[in-house]
């Protein structure tokens, strides 16, 4: 028959609806309501996976997302996942799963040599061996180490799902479903505060959901029910389920990840796999409930080896019977619970083990059980290989017997979860009568209810949680009530769970951190060498730094740290956590940003029209910028752009220079403030002119370069870089704020305002007469570095300025950017009788090069305007931001690396960017580095390879050769230093 | 950290930049040991573990220079001021 | 002998306009076209003199803070301390005011997104809290939605927004705005 292990009846899942799901290849059913775990158990599989480190069969030890063993494979192709807790994975038709870190099979795994092998495997096996020889680490132990180790296998195809980030504000966050968290919800969503109620899970309720206990007028589950209706029916309530909060941050800020669709075979169309929820609150109730802990004993990792509490959520909740006949085996009372309710499922108790000695509850339910009490006890040990079949009981005289069982249901007391209450380095607290840290010193806005505060009673948790809710409410400026909170029995059987935490015998291994396979021998190793700080334990043993940050496993280690060294636990201390609680997928921290999308893109005015024109794009900063127009018969990017080039030194080219930042400058003070932020002078520039300006960081290096044209008396037009535009913007808004708030200057940024067009070479007034309306671009009319206002398409309100950076004679055409396409088509029909053709960033590159203009190659935040030969320009009549700094003798040392050119001595051989100068006959050491190039390209007017680079002493090395040394590219070409200019170096052209 | 700007609320870090100690003045070039100064302005910052004025710009949003009053240890924040506002006083208190 | 310019919207043809396949849209993206912009800050010791000249022209108070106030065709959204954008359904000219203005029309292109779920779409790009609680109409924020800079403000309670986005962004936010939207049900339309 099918699910052997599913009790007749009860259990929140669906029994009429069947689900079918597969692990290892094999069939199964389970119903809605299940998880993996759940219907595993009820199908009697009970073997789930093979442990890190030994491989060593291991099953489910829990019922949540602390589960440390029973880690799957889910999915198959692009959605296969590994390390998927089977207790958090709910089950669907069709869900295929399967064991990891096993070879060749579950049930038979080669690798489980490594534990006959475990001498040597035991903690800092890796620091002690594979030292030597190391040349043999990359080659052998790596690889070796890697084979052996790891979890599952990630998909090895793109992610095909849809990822989705979003913030939500609220007044109060409770994380926590259960008890304390519904209590505290509905205390505050009752009163009208914006309440987000977060739970891992997928039904609310928290333990409510797991035992089998009377709230109110019917069972805890009822009310549960009940109060998640109530929540739903608030407007301004927000239940998230299955959405675990992974993280608490500065400013009452939480990170929450919601899974979406991970309940589903494949998300709904348009549905996001998982949402990452970035939530604001004004106060947060932290209601994470509490970890039970185990109690380490020989081979106490065998399937079959179950919390408790876990038992009672599979039994209660699930409907599922983990075992026939159990062994409970527990230091505290709370444990009473699961023995009467293995009882009332029909399961037979072999044996209650008390290892107190001061537990009430636990042996009234072991005799109303009529089960054997080994009063003081432990088990020593399990056995059974692959399940269990025993275990080794010793009692208070140390006299040992075996006791047959397929169930050990174990409980070490609890842990409150109040990982989230340290993520801002609050210490926990140690609390001797509830053996259990407590949060110490939570974030600002946090209060902590229920179980994660030690108040384990449920009625505590109800009172608590409703509490602190009202209190969070009214903190936020809502009149609240005082929260009525439900009748519950009460629970006697109070958790506390102090110890013994070292096993009686060594027989076996005993598990401390189950993921990682840290044993009480790994801790006793530790203490021998002197690793008795819990951080040094931590780090040794890798104790808690799997991936469920040992939930499970820290406070047994430093407990057993404790009790071997002598001390107590709180002077033993604890480890802080940090985000994430639990792990998160780098998709859903990205979100809908990825591949092409993950930045914005800027498309200049051109650009529809460039695609058209199949021009090959560049990505420069976030903008896409056309490189070249390739025409049909050319070979590579290099034949277009000479083509280019020369159609501008011959004809007339055009380019789109959108790019470039532009900034609206405004203000009495105008021409005082660009005095103060340039090296070079703006105030006295007529109306009408424009300059080519440097401006430089108050150290004194070169920040940023452009033009300064002047439109009124207390108007002007900046242009930065387009590197450097944002830096740029953000300086003199710095510069106008902080240094000079007495001026009387705006700044708007108006790149995107601006459509402009640079119009290049010797028939560019041409093209620029047949455009405009009715203006006079001639010399007379428009000068160069001249600026005026025109009119272009019948009325356009245009800025035509009279600048080069190319060399030729040359306009540029502003026109608002929605005539941007428009005009680029305008341009190119003026332009045809004239032979026009547009050119891209690469052949801008090549005539810049050829008349030395630096760019951002140069303007790299190392050099000085005296290094790029613009010392002149630097004002000696007024203060500017950098000045002192950069009349500083170092920085004005003719030995400085300097600019000037290159051309390669042999005029065929290629010149690399990035390569170092050196002195012909000197060997290629840092030494004997004189300085480095910067930019290189073919330059069609010369015909050969020109380059522009920093060389110590430059200007005044003219004529001399030296070599440009690429040890990365195995370059070293001789070059002859030349004058940065290899175009037209008297500058006539640009005046026409 | 959120950071209650002046003009537009509180805000996430993620639209503000920042810069540094905002208990610098720039000196005075003109003068004769202004490179000394300049040097001390330029280059050298405290670093107190504790109550730090700081220059930060709210950078996507109003575009303000601000002076954020904030413990480093904690980043809990006691101040935000508008820099200008505190530029003007200086200046006015200096002439 | 130059042909008349055609003007042309941000989005034309980078992005395909999007019909609602259920008919029912959950999101309403809507390009505002036609509009003029400009960026209007104070003279230094000039401010009460724009106020006056803004309350002459077009019966606006300026605003304080990060508010939008409306009359007529006009209105004027806080952009900073001392500045404005100020907005115009029709062929306002702000270039007369006693202030430092710059044409923005092409500078931003604005985006009116309304419907049931607009404020559940606009929270997976922005970091504002819409909540009618705590932004109504003339209400306004300066931010960004993922990593680009918008100004936003609500002209209608139900709700409707109007976010404004530099130009050479408007493509990639009309695409984020629409992928964030389909889940939720979207109609877009935008200029041509």
Redesign the interface.
């Known amino acids: 028959m099918s699910q052997p292990n599913r009790l007749a009846s009860g259990g929140l899942i669906d029994r009429a609806t069947p689900l079918a799901f597969t692990f290892d290849g094999r069939g199964y059913t389970g119903h809605p309501g299940d998880t993996l775990a759940s219907a595993l158990l009820a199908n009697g599989v009970t073997l789930v996976g093979r442990s890190f480190k030994y491989h060593r069969p291991r099953g489910i030890l829990t019922a949540g997302s602390e589960e440390p063993n029973a880690l799957v494979e889910l999915r198959t192709g692009a959605r296969r996942e590994p390390n998927v807790k089977a207790t958090v994975a709910e089950l669907y038709d069709g869900l295929e799963a399967r064991s990891q870190n096993r070879f060749p099979s579950l049930s038979f795994d080669l690798l489980a040599v490594n534990q006959l092998a475990s001498p040597v495997f035991v903690a800092g096996f890796y620091y002690k061996t594979f030292m030597w020889p190391a040349k043999l680490w990359e080659k052998l132990y790596e690889p070796l180490i890697r084979r052996a180790a790891g979890l599952g296998r990630a998909a090895e195809a793109a992610d095909p799902d849809a990822y989705e980030k979003t913030t939500a504000h609220c007044d109060v966050l409770v994380i926590g479903g259960g008890p304390a968290g519904l209590s505290a919800a509905l205390a505050a969503g009752r009163a009208g505060a914006r309440v987000i109620l977060a739970d891992d899970d997928s039904v609310l309720g928290g333990r409510l959901l797991s035992d089998r206990l009377a709230v109110g007028e019917g069972s805890a589950a009822q009310w549960a029910a009940s109060a998640a209706a109530e929540l739903a029916s608030l407007p301004d309530v927000t239940v998230l389920t299955r959405a675990s909060v992974v993280g608490a941050y500065d400013g009452g800020v939480y990170g929450a990840l919601e899974r979406v669709s991970d309940h589903r075979a494949t998300p709904l169309p348009h549905q996001p796999r998982q949402r990452f929820w970035r939530i604001v609150a004004k106060r947060c109730v932290l209601a994470a409930g509490a970890l039970e802990r185990p109690i380490p004993f020989g081979n106490n990792d065998t399937p079959g080896v179950m919390l408790a509490g876990a038992v009672r959520s599979y039994l209660n909740r699930f409907g599922v019977a983990p075992g026939k006949r159990a062994v409970v085996y527990a230091n505290n009372d709370d444990a009473a619970k699961t023995v009467l309710d293995l009882t009332a499922a029909g399961c037979e108790i072999a044996a209650v083990v008390d290892a107190s000695g001061d537990a009430p509850a636990l042996a009234a339910a072991a005799r109303s059980a009529g089960a054997p009490l080994i009063f003081g006890g432990a088990v020593v040990r399990a056995y059974g290989g692959q399940s269990v079949k025993g275990c080794a009981i010793a009692d208070s005289r140390g006299r040992s017997f075996n006791v047959a069982c397929d169930l050990v249901a174990v409980s070490g007391g609890w842990n409150p979860s109040i990982q989230i209450a340290t993520h801002l380095g609050g210490r926990p607290v140690w609390d001797s009568p509830r053996s259990a840290f407590l949060p110490g010193s939570p974030p600002p806005g946090m209060d902590v209810a229920g179980a994660a505060s030690g108040a384990f009673e449920l009625a505590e948790a109800f009172a608590e949680g409703g509490r602190l809710g009202t209190e969070a409410a009214q903190e936020c400026g809502y009149t609240a009530a005082p929260f009525d909170a439900p009748q519950t029995e009460p629970e006697t059987d109070a958790v506390h769970g102090h110890g013994p935490w070292k096993p009686k015998t060594s027989r076996g291994k005993a598990f401390v951190d189950f993921q990682n396979d840290v044993t009480v021998k790994d801790v006793e190793l530790a203490a021998r060498e002197g690793f008795k700080s819990v951080e040094h334990l931590k780090r040794y043993t890798t104790l808690g730094m799997a991936t469920d940050q040992g939930k499970t496993a820290n406070v047994v280690g430093l407990a057993l740290m404790a009790e071997i060294t002598g001390r107590s636990i709180p002077d033993t201390g604890t480890t802080l956590t940090r985000p994430p609680f639990t792990p998160v997928a780098i998709g859903a921290l990205g979100g809908a940003h990825r591949h092409k999308e993950f930045r914005p893109t800027r498309l200049p005015p051109s650009h529809f029209w460039a695609e058209e024109q199949g021009a090959a794009f560049v990505e420069t900063g976030l903008w896409m910028r056309a490189a070249y127009f390739p025409r049909a018969g050319e070979a590579d990017w290099l034949e277009t752009t000479i083509r280019e080039v020369n159609t501008v030194r011959t004809a007339v080219g055009v380019y789109d220079a959108s790019t470039l930042g532009k900034i609206d400058v405004q203000g009495a003070d105008a021409g005082v403030f660009l005095d103060r932020v340039y090296i070079n002078g703006f105030s006295t520039m007529p109306v009408g002119k424009a300059r080519y300006g440097v401006m430089l960081r108050e150290d004194g290096f070169a920040m940023d370069d452009g033009t300064v044209a002047r439109l009124s008396p207390t108007h002007y037009y900046v242009t930065t870089s387009t590197a450097h535009a944002a830096q740029a913007m953000r300086h003199l808004e710095y510069c106008r704020q902080w240094l000079w708030p007495e001026l009387d200057v705006h700044l708007a940024s108006i790149t995107d305002q601006w459509a402009k067009y640079a119009i290049a070479g010797p028939r560019s007034r041409d093209v620029v007469t047949a455009l405009v309306d009715d203006a006079d671009v001639s010399d007379a009319g428009l000068p160069y570095l001249g600026v005026k206002e025109v009119t272009v398409g019948g009325g356009v309100k245009a800025r035509l300025f009279r600048l080069s950076f190319s060399g030729e004679m040359a306009y540029e055409l502003a026109v608002p950017a929605r005539y941007g396409d428009a005009t680029i088509r305008a341009i190119i029909a003026a332009g045809e009788p004239f032979g026009i053709c547009p050119y891209g960033a690469e052949a801008l590159a090549v005539m810049r090069i050829e008349k030395g203009h630096a760019a951002a190659a140069e303007l790299n935040g190392t050099t000085t305007a005296f290094d790029l030969g613009l010392g002149g320009m630097m004002s000696k009549k007024k203060d500017y931001v950098g000045r002192v700094m950069a009349e500083r003798g170092a920085l004005t040392d003719p030995a400085r690396p300097r600019l000037v050119g290159f051309k390669p001595v042999d005029r065929s051989a290629r010149l690399r960017g990035g390569a170092h100068f050196i002195p012909r006959e000197a060997t290629p050491t840092a030494d004997n580095d004189q300085g480095y190039m910067t930019s290189v390209a073919y330059s069609p007017s010369n015909g050969c390879w020109v380059g522009l680079g920093f060389l110590a002493n430059g200007p005044e090395r003219i004529g001399e050769i030296v070599r440009a040394v690429d040890p990365v590219r195995d370059g070293d070409v001789e070059v002859e230093v030349v004058a940065p200019v290899f175009v037209d170096p008297e500058g006539v052209r640009v005046r026409g | 950290m959120r950071i209650p700007c002046p003009y537009c609320g509180v805000r996430g870090v993620d639209e503000f930049s920042y810069l540094g100690d905002a208990t610098l003045v720039r000196p005075d070039a003109s003068v004769p040991n202004a490179e000394a100064a300049f040097a001390d302005y330029v280059y050298l910052r405290d670093n107190p573990a504790g109550r730090h004025r700081e220059l930060w710009q709210h950078a996507v949003g109003c575009q303000s220079w601000l002076v954020v009053t904030r413990d480093t240890r904690t980043h809990a924040i006691e101040q935000v001021e508008a820099a200008r506002d505190i530029a003007a006083a200086r200046a006015s208190g200096a002439e | 002998?130059?042909?008349?310019?055609?003007?042309?919207?941000?989005f034309?043809?980078?992005v395909a306009p999007l019909a609602s396949p259920t008919g029912v849209a959950g999101v309403t993206l809507r390009e505002a076209e036609g509009l003029t912009l400009a960026?209007v800050?104070a003279?230094?010791?000039r401010e009460a003199e724009l106020a006056d000249a803004v309350r002459a022209a077009y019966g606006i108070e300026l605003p304080a803070?990060?508010k939008r106030v409306a009359s007529g065709d006009v209105a004027f959204v806080?952009?900073?301390?001392g500045?404005w954008l100020a907005v115009s359904s029709g062929a306002t000219d702000f270039a007369g005011l006693p202030a430092?203005?710059?044409?923005?029309?092409?500078?931003?292109t604005v985006v009116r997104v309304s419907g049931p779920r607009a404020r559940?779409t606009l929270?997976?790009l922005?970091?504002i809290?819409l909540?009618p609680?705590?932004f109504g109409v003339g209400d306004a924020?300066?931010?960004?939605a993922?990593?680009?800079?918008i100004h936003l403000w609500q002209v209608v309670d139900a709700p409707t927004y109007e976010i404004a986005v530099?130009?050479?962004?408007a493509?990639?936010?009309w695409?984020?705005m629409v992928?964030?939207a389909?889940?939720r049900g979207v109609e877009a339309r935008h200029g041509g």
């Open positions: 002998m130059a042909e008349p310019l055609v003007a042309r919207s941000a034309r043809p980078h960026s800050a003279f230094r010791g803070g990060p806080g952009a900073g301390p500045k430092a203005v710059a044409d923005q029309s092409d500078g931003r559940e929270a997976t922005t970091a809290d909540h609680r705590a924020a300066l931010t960004h993922a990593s680009i800079s530099f130009r050479t962004f493509a990639t936010f695409r984020w992928e964030a389909q889940s």
